[in-house]
């Protein structure tokens, strides 16, 4: 931003509660549930920013920042800087405090994605979005922003402001983290309003625990999403293009949501920073997000073997021609016809999730769902998968033909890996469908025989 207009400032409050978008919050005395995300409302001119600690499972969020733009030495130019860091580490082992320092030096770049043409602005809307960064080791930490633009006449209720802030974080970061299905009750003081009690309830099922599926379909039609899946399985290159960070980041964990029960190993980041943009021209498999206003360049990068979706029109730019055909036919149309069902207005987030993300995990259960009886094992528990046996075992010519292609994706593959270690099939929601899939089956089969 080349100078800052007298009353207004850009900013982006990183919602900590963006970690339970999809989690169910009760409210005691206090502001209305829109207000959950405003507790850190009008901290420091910024960018306000989490990161979960997924991995260790013991903490809701590993820091709360706020990212500011200031001025460059030189006075030409502003860049973004971490302003505020809760909690402070002391004491920190060399190796760690290397770490930590890599970490926070990354963080502002992709808080602040758009590159240095800070435009004077006299309004923005709020929006948030999200991003991904990867460890070495392939772990990754996924950060939630909230941005802004605030009044310069609230900086007087900034200590108020960062009073209330202190404390509920701190008692957020040191409440056990639920398992799934149980709740954590978290209590806060506001000035003028009392205590209030906010109540966060963690799903029993976390395969769509941080996913909105609504950007998608607002963008993209049931055909086009399904083109994305198929692309996506098959581990290619998919860049999704749009104005908003919120779309962006939305899109892309939507179209990674729908591999369940398999993740997504590559290169992946919802937002692309501009100075990464060369990122579109590796030869390796990646699912990135780039802002319209990158679209030329982006067109005009070397690539190969690439699906460039235009979520602002709703159009490929790019495509290698045969998405429509890597899917078996039948249970492509499978999936359009649940797709087609209709989602009523009425129907909350998580019922829309369900929904579309249904059709997809049916996908898999008929696929793979049979690969635990061909995982042999040795005395020791070790096991080890029976590839040949296991897609021989399809009768369908298409779904076989399908599967010998899946079976050799890094998404099958470290699946397998983890499903030869455990004695006994994950007791989740994919094995839940599996169940109840062969249930249906076996139900089935008599009907049919009595028919005959």
Partial sequence: MPYRPKKMERQVVGGILRRFRNWLPRHGAGPPQDNLGEVVKEPERAQEHCLPNFAGGQHFFEYLLVVSLKKKPSGDDYEPTITYQFPKRENL?????EEEERLLGAIPLFCFPDGNE?????EYPRE?????????????????????????????????SMAVIYPFMQGLREAAFPAPGKTVTLKSFIPDSG????????????????????????????????????????ERRIIFLAEGLSTLSQCIHAAAALLYPFSWAHTYIPVVPESLLA?????????????????????????EEVLLVNLCEGTFLMSVGDEKDILPPKLQEDILESLGQGIKG?????????????????????????????????????????????????????????????VKTQLFSLFIQEAEKSK??????????????????KQKKPKEKTLK
């Fill in 93 to 97: 082992l060399r190796g760690q405090q």
């Fill in 279 to 303: 990122t579109v021209c590796c030869p390796t498999p990646f699912m990135v997000g780039v802002q319209m206003r990158f679209r030329q360049e982006v067109m005009e990068s070397p690539m």
């Fill in 118 to 122: 800070w435009a004077p602005l006299t």
């Fill in 128 to 160: 948030t979005f999200s991003f991904v960064l990867t460890n070495v080791d392939g772990s990754r930490k996924i950060g939630y922003c909230r941005r802004l633009l605030i009044l310069d006449e609230v900086e007087k209720r900034h200590q108020i």
């Fill in 346 to 406: 009425s129907q909350t987030s998580e019922q829309i999730n369900e929904h579309v993300s249904g059709p997809f995990v049916q996908f898999f259960v008929k696929t793979v769902g049979h690969y635990a009886s061909y995982i042999k094992r040795e005395a020791n528990g070790q096991g080890h998968f029976q590839e040949r046996g296991f897609y021989k075992a399809l009768t369908s010519k298409a779904n076989r033909r399908f599967v010998k292609k899946f």
């Fill in 424 to 441: 006994n099939p994950p007791a989740g929601y994919f094995q839940q469908k599996i169940l109840e899939y062969e249930e249906r089956k």
């Fill in 195 to 234: 205590t209030e009690f906010i109540s966060l309830t963690r799903p029993l099922d976390s395969h769509l625990e941080h996913v909105d599926f609504s950007s998608l379909l607002r963008c993209l039609s049931f055909e086009q999403i399904l083109q994305i899946f198929a692309s996506a399985v098959l």
